[in-house]
């Protein structure tokens, strides 16, 4: 089963899949899958395709006035890290880390990423399990589900 989805994750089109189609197959998989799915280059496909839409996915409205550094720091067969600016409704992304300080650190495991940026997780709760650790602006933390459009699952 694993390597059925496993093929079926190479073979994806990422840029074609929405985020709707994305939840759904993040849904359909345990974490212990996830982790077993998401390795090597899929892996860096799969983290490229989700930080290249976080501009696209970013409520400007919401986001208006927001001016931060968030660092996350996705741990699993090895730590990638890449960071999202908010500035005044504009979201900017680049990988590894840059040289301002971030407001926000976020560090969790591959499934945890992907569960949050897909809908799948409650934040709070993840966060409260420490399946998220949180460093620097608490309150930043708990309004990012606002500053972007994450599917509903």
Request: proline residues 3%; aromatic residues 6%.
């Amino acid at each position: 089963m694993a390597q059925d989805v496993r093929s079926l994750l190479a073979e994806l089109d990422f840029a074609s899949v929405t985020p709707e189609e994305f939840a759904r197959i993040v849904k359909g998989l345990s974490a212990k899958e996830i982790t077993a799915l998401v390795r090597g280059e899929l892996r860096d496909r799969v983290l490229g395709e989700v930080f290249g839409r976080m501009g696209r996915q970013l409520r400007p409205g919401a986001a208006a006035g927001v001016r931060a550094v968030i660092r996350w720091r996705i741990t699993g067969e090895r730590e990638a890290v890449w960071e999202t600016v908010l500035a005044d409704g504009e979201c900017m992304v680049r990988q590894g880390a840059g040289t301002d300080a971030p407001r926000l650190t976020m560090t969790m495991g591959d499934a945890e990423f992907l569960r949050l940026v897909s809908g799948n997780g409650n934040p709070v709760t993840m966060v409260l399990t420490r399946k998220i650790k949180v460093a620097g602006d608490l309150g930043l933390a708990a309004n990012m589900h606002r500053y972007f459009d994450i599917p509903k699952v």
